[in-house]
């Protein structure tokens, strides 16, 4: 059964940190201030798409819920993952860091978008796109700091 973005953002956690480490169960809410932990989206999307009906496969596993289910933690592995799932992005599109991107350039349709970014505590960050708008935390102003992004189109 294919995942809609209905049930993707109906899934999609939106709590603060220490209230989505507390849902996790098991170890995580002894992990809320380990720096390792700090970024939170390829954890929320984990979640998201289990709640969507789409477990996540064995091999991306890189922790896990406090009921055995694999979570993705790195931007890098969630992209492989998006990839299996979806196949490849809808939209993409390269630049310079610092380059403003606005409303306007990311395509008015619902999915998954990722931008890639070199910063010290990630490579990047992954959320659910609206078409007009980012679920999670996503913001232009980190698209800016980004040198590409992506979106899998999702209905």
């Known amino acids: 059964m294919p995942i809609s973005f209905k049930s993707l953002k109906d899934a999609y956690p939106i709590q603060p940190k220490p209230d989505l480490f507390t849902a996790l169960g098991g170890e995580?809410?002894?992990l809320v201030d380990n720096p390792a932990y700090a970024?939170?989206?390829?954890?929320?999307?984990?979640?998201?798409?289990?709640?969507?009906?789409s477990a996540i496969p064995g091999k991306y596993k890189e922790a896990i819920e406090g009921d055995g289910s694999p979570i993705v933690v790195k931007v890098k592995t969630f992209?492989?993952?998006v990839i299996?799932?979806?196949?490849?992005?809808?939209?993409?599109?390269?630049?310079?860091?610092?380059?403003?991107?606005g409303l306007g350039t990311i395509p008015k349709r619902s999915g998954i978008l990722v931008?890639?970014?070199a910063w010290k505590d990630a490579t990047g960050h992954f959320?659910?796109?609206?078409?007009?708008?980012?679920?999670?935390?996503?913001?232009?102003?980190?698209v800016a700091d980004g040198y590409d992004l992506e979106l899998w189109a999702i209905d």
């Open 28 to 30: 995580w809410p002894t």
């Open 39 to 53: 970024n939170t989206c390829a954890i929320r999307l984990s979640v998201a798409l289990k709640g969507a009906g």
């Open 79 to 81: 992209r492989d993952l």
């Open 84 to 101: 299996e799932l979806f196949g490849k992005s809808y939209w993409g599109m390269s630049k310079s860091p610092g380059t403003p991107v």
């Open 115 to 117: 931008y890639h970014a």
């Open 127 to 142: 959320d659910l796109w609206t078409g007009t708008g980012f679920v999670g935390a996503g913001n232009f102003q980190d």
